[in-house]
């Protein structure tokens, strides 16, 4: 049993290293780090796209009841629903470039305990965010690179030079929860 | 049934007669002097008696009063009264049959769980066990695709008769402290 003493000694010293750690589960703990295969990253796109897909669709029915509210009736008249697909398409590209950036996680990242890192290791800039997000946009089939790839990565990744590596402890690299 | 005055009026009228039986005092020795000169001597060296044995107790109380802490200062000076009681005393035995509930009725157990809490920085740990959201369920979910990552990989490799395995290690600070 450890005692608050030899317990504050031990995180003095290091030797308590990641308190994240202990809460990964033991087959998981050899993969934080690796790159990521293609079915997680599949599943972490399909959350984020249908996150998207929910907000546009809220947007939608937010903009119907403002028009029958607001507008005269011989007005009322919904935008064609390409105006909704481009603008999904501009808040997704928004959301992914600011969550690359910022924290390497979108919402389906943190979901599937995945984070995007440059070829450092470290987050993406800005530039290099909206450049990676954009491009994932207009090339999709680039993500199944990944399964045929000799290090697990997209076509993006290839030649942007990032990588999407597990990373299941949220504390690390993470702007919102860091200490 | 009668009202709380009523009962008042008829407490005034009734008399209380008490009856007291006269005990005759026996009279014997009475008429003679000499049994009752033995009494009065009896009773003047019961009271002699009486006052030397308090004269006598209180000087050897005060005497002992004095002396005694000192020998047992002296006593307890010479001896190593903690070994003795390790030594001599079960000491598990006595923790054994104290009553721990009173003990821990008089702990204050909210400030300590608290106290536990901010030590062991349990929010953090709660934080990082969840990351975020977390439940086994979503463990569950992200293993599940960890070993479809890997059954996909390895059909990929083998289509393309990969023989030396991917190199997935991430950049080297990918997963390092320290990193902003």
Redesign the interface.
């Known amino acids: 049993m450890t005692s608050f003493e030899k317990f504050r000694q031990q995180l003095a010293a290091g030797e308590v290293r990641d308190l994240a750690q202990v809460t990964i589960p033991e087959k998981a703990k050899s993969k934080q780090g690796h790159r990521s295969g293609i079915v997680t990253r599949a599943i972490a796109v399909a959350i984020d796209i249908s996150v998207t897909i929910v907000v546009m669709l809220i947007n939608y029915g937010l903009l119907w009841l403002f028009l029958l509210l607001i507008a005269p009736i011989h007005l009322f008249e919904m935008p064609e629903a390409s105006w909704f697909f481009f603008a999904g398409f501009v808040l997704l590209w928004a959301y992914w470039t600011a969550a690359w950036a910022l924290s390497g996680r979108t919402l389906g990242n943190h979901l599937m305990g995945l984070q995007v890192v440059d070829y450092k290791g470290k987050r993406l800039s800005w530039p290099l965010s909206a450049l990676r997000s954009i491009f994932s946009m207009v090339f999709p089939i680039g993500l199944l690179w990944v399964v045929f790839s000799p290090t697990n990565r997209s076509i993006q990744d290839t030649i942007l030079r990032t990588s999407v590596v597990h990373n299941w402890s949220v504390t690390l690299n993470d702007p919102f929860v860091r200490e | 049934m009668t009202t709380p005055g009523e009962q008042s009026d008829e407490g005034t009228g009734q008399e209380v007669v008490l009856v007291v039986n006269q005990v005759p005092s026996p009279r014997v020795g009475a008429t003679n002097p000499i049994s009752g000169l033995v009494g009065l001597a009896a009773g003047l060296v019961g009271a002699v008696a009486s006052v030397i044995d308090h004269t006598v107790i209180a000087g050897v109380n005060a005497a002992l009063d004095r002396v005694v802490p000192i020998a047992v200062n002296v006593v307890v000076d010479r001896i190593d009264l903690t070994q003795i009681v390790l030594d001599r005393v079960d000491i598990d035995a006595i923790v054994a049959r104290a009553n721990m509930d009173e003990i821990i009725d008089r702990l204050p157990m909210v400030d300590i769980a608290n106290y536990i809490i901010d ?3 349990l929010p ?2 709660i ?8 439940t086994d369920a ?2 569950a ?3 599940q ?2 070993s ?3 059954f ?2 390895k059909i ?1 490799d083998s289509i ?1 008769f ?1 023989r ?1 395995g ?12 320290g ?2």
Request: charged share 35%.
């Open positions: 030590e062991i920085d953090k740990i934080r990082e066990s969840t990351g975020g959201i977390a979503v463990n979910a992200r293993l695709s960890l479809l990552d890997e996909i990989n990929a393309i990969r030396k991917r190199k997935v290690e991430s950049p080297a600070s990918a997963y390092s402290e990193d902003v």
